[in-house]
């Protein structure tokens, strides 16, 4: 799975400096008021809102947007739309799970959408269940390489429950569960290391190898759905391997 996750973090430094910059800043901007709303607008004692701060200030999002919404969340401006959290399963091309979080205020839109993405890109929706049993809510911190080697890593986290840590090339990815999230982020702080985002994440059990053509329809699909001002998450159990990435990186 470590493939998929190389190809994520490359996309997310694309989108970075891209047209998608504002539906990132939007969706990011989201997840600080929803967070907000959930455990209240203190992210000291707010972990989520803690997390969601640090991703929304890590993607460059301005802070005026992010504190409007953490205030907005909180009850402490008004306005701010009743966002619900909606999730839709499907197949992708080559018989690849898709699990898609949408934060929507409209859910008929939402689902409208989702399903448009998938018909049109190869999908189709799957009934409830019957794809989410293949992935495994974790914990998940993401952080630059920097000087520090994976066992500088691990030293810092492991007591702190942290399960694996994954090389992805540029960057290290720490998985744990997701009750020990925030002690394995605060283990990093401890030891002085910085990190880009900590989440809760859904991570596949099994993968689905697929080949270049294969892995051009999976990610046109991928960037169909988050083209959805809705949907917040696209997580799938594709794998690409290195070779299959260096191709796509070549196109």
Known sequence: M?????????????AAIDAKRGKMFAKLVKNVEVAARTG???PAG????Y?????AKKS???????????KRGGGEEAGGADWQTIMYEGYGPNGVAVLIECLTDNKNRAAGEVRTAMTRNGGNMADPGSVSY???RKGVVQLEKGDQSEDDVLLAVLEAGAEEVNDLGETFEIISEPTDLV???TALQAAGIDYDSAEASFQPSVSVPVDVDGAKKVLRLIDALEDSDDV????????LSDEVLAALDED
């Not at 997390?51 to 991703?55: E, N």
């Open 2 to 14: 470590s493939g998929h996750s190389k190809w994520a973090t490359t996309k997310h430094k694309k």
């Open 40 to 42: 209240g607008g203190d």
């Open 46 to 49: 707010n972990p989520t809102l």
């Open 51 to 55: 997390d969601a701060i640090q991703k």
């Open 60 to 70: 460059s999002v301005p802070n005026d947007n992010i504190e409007r919404a953490r």
């Open 134 to 136: 293949l992935f495994t």
């Open 183 to 185: 002690e394995v982020r």
């Open 232 to 239: 917040q998450n696209v997580y799938s159990n594709v794998d």
